[in-house]
């Protein structure tokens, strides 16, 4: 007699975990034949076969069950409501915008756009460096400067980056940088940051008398000049760059773009360094980021830049290619002898930015600025009719700043009563900043504000043909800019849409395929966690509003620290950094400051093994400490005996340990726990870098092991998109002794405020790219404790389950306990190379040809492959890479036997394009089907790269930085 078997039951059918089924590529029936084939029968089997049992986590996480996607979507649209949209008028570097639609549709929220990653295959990636090289053309342009780089983090730091090139290049050996006080206080305070443990000194210049002092001395190397000046006035700055220059130090510009339209660029007045952010090109406030910082420079300096540069090269069939150039710069390769730690820009931004002015065109920004222009100079003559006088020169842009003695706090009150936002500053002033979303009606509304409810308002119609223009003649903008057609063609929507596909249909992102590469951690950003950022209740917050118009972000914030701690074991966050480098020179700092408040500022020794991540002593002497390289054995784990060696050998003054776990070898050390031990004993910290932290998640804590401090890359294991290399989160999470170390916060009067901590300040705002948190407090909360540990527990599965399979093919270099590899596993290549010439860049090459980005190339042993699946591929995605690779293998063999020319074969001529394999003439001594099909599969869905193999050398020594000219072209059409 059958049994009857009970109808679900309505919690199951409401299917409350259904999105950890949509977030985890494979289903169980998937799960467990992987498993099987990995050779174990459980997903706790297995991983209690990788994670070493002192290590993990004894009780599962302390965070709510897993919600659907209606339901949290739901919960945070209730905390998105407790935010205040107010009008502002704060500026101090942020300036309401308006978001083209069509940007916002096809870039912002396109995922072709942003899951893209940072352009290192220059084949797969010549679309989002196209706009990339359309930003850099767009500073360079703007600034009358020579050369400009792919966007850096924020304004803040930039301006702390232009300090530490400027210390470089410079010929005035001085150790002071000179910084006029009328510039934006976040700046000032980021740079005061990366000054002090460098041992430089920010000089603060407040007035014209201390101005004049500081450059006629002779102990500074460069000045920092904002202009248009934080309080809006404006000069032409030239005879001040002649004395600076007289005394060969450099001037850097801290600018605004748009004002550049109108104004006299610093280019022209002898500018060195140019630095600013392009934020109020169509990106919003986003309580203080993302955006894309730029900085532009002579051309003597673009070899000691910092972060990244598109480049024009050629590719094997001599036709132009774009390509990251001088590649080096990104400094933290060099890791103890670097000079940044820069490794992320704000690409996605940088993106949405030039597409903006591509848009716009040149006529349509100068329409735009000189209508802001117009207002400011309405306003101003309005409120002098109202009885307020400015207190500054009678020039200005968009700011001006009003003397408002003991009235400022009643009249700022008054603003906020009538939903607006007036920045205060320097005790009694009131600086009111314009912006392209600025009305008629806000005018009416200042004028309101100060003259009171009773008051007769000014005529704008009237003031439009009285007021004089607040830009002197000596100062108005008089050379060309963005005279490439890309800024003079797309105009129309339609045109905008459809060069905007084009680009998109270059490259390969996450949207197309699995993107395999190691410690990068490409995984799904799904769509109901993305929908959040753009709501205005998140979107249109400036970063320096009042605390009682932002409760909502202190409530996500708030719960996304406490969901951080939970899950890392660790007792507070801070959200400011906005990069994992940020992150990890926040931790350091912390450390250094922990020190020093024990009386122990002398430990400046920082043991590193050799196998970390390059941010790591790149971090490390950014914070003024010594580096010490530990060694690795032969199975890539950290020497232990080495470890212990070198802290008793520098016990006084051991500060700290930089720790990857699991090791970027991708393996599970047995050993972490002793290694803090060891550190502790010698007054030094642990510093566990969380680029792994995928690997962890609901399985292990950092912080309950012994380590003191982590950052975490929320563009990584929580799920933030890459957005083309950036933007980035890189909290920093430590043990309560380094709590009140973290970064502090400034508020909108410059005046310093209880922050996370009381610490210095790593980035421009308080919670740094505080509008794409939304998306890590959705992952978290529609994942719920039991999808988050499943989540872990399926990348160790697909991680082991290519290594596997790929075994016959491909050792892998590095194994941990019972054989198994983390989260990601290296395929070593080098013997292949010896035995036919074939190259891991060759392979990498040759999967463009399969529609696959490349794994990490030559990281971090030259030579290698490491894949890093993710839990979120299918195993149908990931046995499509794995017949990739078999067959690559079965090409190499074939030139091992001969079969194929050891010169002439497809892995040496990869990517093919459409071109090559379809022109009149082939001369290879392979069929044209191997190069295009080399899988049957492949005749359904093709990618076909648009350039073939670019060239590196020639791109490195023939350096071009901006957009192609229209006669290159034409030049080629003629060849």
């Known amino acids: 007699m059958s049994q009857k078997t009970s109808p679900p039951s309505l919690r199951d059918l409401e299917n409350h975990g259904a999105f950890i089924d949509r977030h985890i590529g494979p289903d169980d029936a998937e799960i467990a034949r992987m498993l099987h084939i990995v050779g174990h029968d459980s997903l706790e089997a297995l991983t209690d076969a990788i994670v070493p049992g002192k290590i993990k986590s004894p009780a599962p996480l302390a965070l709510a069950p897993a919600m659907t996607e209606v339901d949290a979507l739901a919960k945070i649209r209730a905390i998105a409501d407790k935010n205040q949209v107010f009008k502002s008028f704060i500026g101090q570097g942020y300036y309401g915008t308006h978001t083209p639609n069509v940007i916002l549709r096809n870039i912002l929220e396109n995922p072709a756009w942003y899951t893209a990653y940072t352009p290192y295959q220059a084949e797969i990636s010549q679309g989002r460096m196209e706009a990339l090289i359309n930003f850099q053309t767009m500073c360079a342009d703007l600034t009358g400067m020579e050369i400009a780089s792919a966007s850096l983090l924020d304004e803040a730091t930039a301006a702390a980056e232009a300090m530490t090139l400027a210390k470089r290049s410079a010929k005035a050996r001085g150790n002071v940088v000179v910084v006029s006080g009328d510039a934006h206080p976040q700046t000032i305070e980021v740079m005061r940051t990366r000054a002090e443990p460098l041992g430089l000194t920010v000089k603060l210049a407040n007035s014209a008398e201390e101005w004049d002092a500081a450059i006629a001395a002779d102990d500074y190397f460069a000045a920092l000049i904002q202009y248009p000046a934080s309080s809006g006035w404006l000069m032409d700055w030239s005879d001040e760059v002649a004395k600076i220059h007289a005394r060969n130090a450099l001037a850097i510009f801290a600018s605004d773009l748009l004002a550049l339209t109108l104004l006299k660029s610093p280019g022209e007045m002898g500018a060195d360094i140019v630095i600013g952010n392009t934020q109020r090109f169509g990106v919003p406030f986003g309580f203080g980021g993302p955006h894309a910082a730029f900085m532009a420079c002579r051309d003597a300096y673009k070899r000691s830049m910092p972060g990244r540069l598109i480049g024009v090269s050629i590719d094997a069939e001599g036709n132009k290619a774009y390509r990251l150039t001088l590649q080096t710069r990104e400094q933290h390769i060099r890791r103890e002898k670097a000079t940044s730690n820069i490794c992320t820009a704000q690409v996605l931004l940088a993106v949405m930015a030039s597409m903006y002015a591509v848009y716009h065109g040149p006529q349509g920004l100068t329409r735009i600025a000189s209508r802001v222009a117009r207002l400011t100079a309405i306003l101003k003559a309005g409120l002098q009719q109202l009885g307020f006088t400015a207190s500054h020169h009678e020039t200005a842009f968009d700011t001006i700043s009003l003397k408002t003695g003991d009235r400022t706090d009643a009249i700022a009150a008054r603003a906020v009563a009538l939903g607006a936002n007036l920045r205060k500053a320097w005790g009694e002033y009131l600086c009111i900043s314009l912006d392209e979303t600025t009305t008629r009606a806000d005018i009416e509304l200042l004028w309101r504000i100060f003259g009171g409810d009773d008051a007769k308002l000014p005529s704008i119609d009237d003031l439009d043909t009285s007021a004089p223009s607040l830009i002197p003649p000596a100062l108005q903008r008089t050379s060309p800019f963005l005279t490439h057609p890309v800024f003079n063609t797309h105009h129309s929507e339609h045109e905008l849409l459809r060069y905007l596909r084009a680009l998109a249909d270059k490259d390969l992102a996450m949207d197309r395929t699995m993107i395999p590469l190691g410690s990068c951690t490409m995984k799904l950003n799904a769509t109901a966690e993305m929908i959040p950022v753009t709501w205005p209740e998140f979107a249109n917050i400036h970063p320096f509003a009042p605390a009682a118009q932002t409760h909502g972000y202190q409530e996500l914030i708030a719960g996304l620290e406490a969901q951080l701690v939970e899950i890392t074991g660790y007792d507070a966050v801070s959200l400011q950094p906005n990069s994992g480098a940020q992150g990890e020179y926040a931790g350091l700092l912390a450390i250094r400051a922990y020190h020093q408040s024990r009386g122990e500022g002398h430990r400046d020794i920082c043991l590193i093994p050799e196998s970390a991540h390059g941010t790591n002593p790149a971090s490390a002497h950014l914070c003024g400490m010594k580096v010490v390289v530990t060694k690795c054995d032969a199975n890539g784990n950290v020497d232990l005996a080495d470890i212990r060696a070198q802290a008793e050998k520098h016990s006084a003054n051991l500060a700290a340990i930089m720790l990857t776990y699991p090791s970027t070898h ?38 309950k092991w012994g380590s003191d401090v982590s950052h975490l890359n929320l563009h990584k294991t929580f799920c933030i998109p890459h957005g083309g290399g950036g933007p980035g989160v890189g909290p920093c999470a430590v043990r309560s002794h380094l709590a009140p170390f973290l970064p502090g916060a400034l508020g909108n009067d410059g005046i310093r405020t209880q922050g996370t901590g009381n610490g210095a300040m790593v980035s421009a705002a308080t919670f740094g790219s505080a509008s794409i948190l939304p998306i890590s ?87 290698t492959l490491m894949v890093e699946p993710t839990e979120s591929e299918s195993q149908f995605e990931l046995d499509r890479f794995i017949d990739a690779m078999i067959q690559i293998r079965d090409e190499i063999r074939a030139v091992e036997e001969g079969k194929l020319d050891r010169e002439d074969n497809p892995l040496h001529h990869a990517p093919h394009t459409a071109a090559m394999v379809s022109g009149t003439e082939w001369t290879h001594a392979y069929p044209r089907e191997l190069a295009a099909f080399p899988l049957a599969t492949l005749r359904q869905q093709k990618y076909w790269p648009p350039v073939a193999r670019v060239d590196n050398v020639y791109g490195d020594k023939n350096i071009m930085c901006a957009c192609i000219p229209v006669d290159a072209y034409k030049e080629e059409a003629e060849a």
Request: hydrophobic share 40%; glycine share 10%; proline share 5%.
């Open 666 to 703: 991708g393996v599970f050390e047995e050993d972490v726990v002793a290694i803090c031990d060891i550190v502790h004993q010698h007054g030094g910290q642990v510093y566990t870098d969380g680029a792994n932290m995928n690997a962890l998640v609901g399985v292990a804590k950092p912080g």
């Open 777 to 863: 407090w959705m992952y978290i909360t529609l994942m719920g404790q039991q999808g988050l540990r499943k989540a872990t527990q399926v990348a160790l599965l697909n991680a082991n389950y290519v290594a596997k399979r790929l075994a016959p093919h491909y050792p892998t270099l590095y194994t941990g306990r019972n054989g198994l590899v983390a989260h990601e596993c290296i395929l070593d290549l080098r013997p292949l190379k010896d035995s036919t010439g074939i190259s891991a860049e060759d392979v990498a090459k040759r999967l463009i040809d399969f529609g696959f980005h490349a794994p990490t190339l030559s990281f971090p042993v030259a030579g």
